[in-house]
């Protein structure tokens, strides 16, 4: 198993920036794609951006590109989202969420945080 823990939502104005933290712990050995996803009242989650643990080079959305950058320290198992230029309709609960090598979909998931971007 292996347990996800988020942390560095909250409120912030428009253009301003945050970084979220997704720390994994566990079997993390076997993991190969780290996730970012958020989900808006009424709305279905969204991809955000991806990574494949094993590279450095990450995927976007299109409305996050640009502004948005995913990033892994393997040493502390650990995925980042640094958010740039933030806007109001980026507001969410951010989901970090992964996926091993015995699984076609995202098998673990975060708690979620929220991020709120004020106008």
């Known amino acids: 198993q292996v347990q996800l823990v988020e942390s560095g939502g909250g409120l912030v104005q428009e253009g301003g920036s945050l970084r979220l933290s997704c720390a994994a712990s566990g079997r993390t050995s076997g993991i190969n794609v780290m996730a970012w996803f958020r989900q808006s009242p009424g709305k279905e989650r969204e991809s955000v951006a991806d990574?494949?643990?094993?590279?450095?080079?990450?995927y976007y959305a299109d409305s996050v590109k640009g502004r948005f950058s995913i990033s892994r320290d393997n040493a502390k198992n650990t995925v980042y989202l640094q958010m740039n230029s933030l806007r109001p309709e980026d507001t969410a609960v951010y989901y970090c969420?992964?996926?091993?090598?015995?699984?076609?979909?995202?098998?673990?998931w975060g708690q979620g945080a929220q991020v709120t971007v004020s106008s």
């Open positions: 969420a992964a996926k091993d090598c015995t699984s076609t979909a995202y098998n673990y």
């Open positions: 990574i494949i643990w094993s590279y450095s080079y990450g």
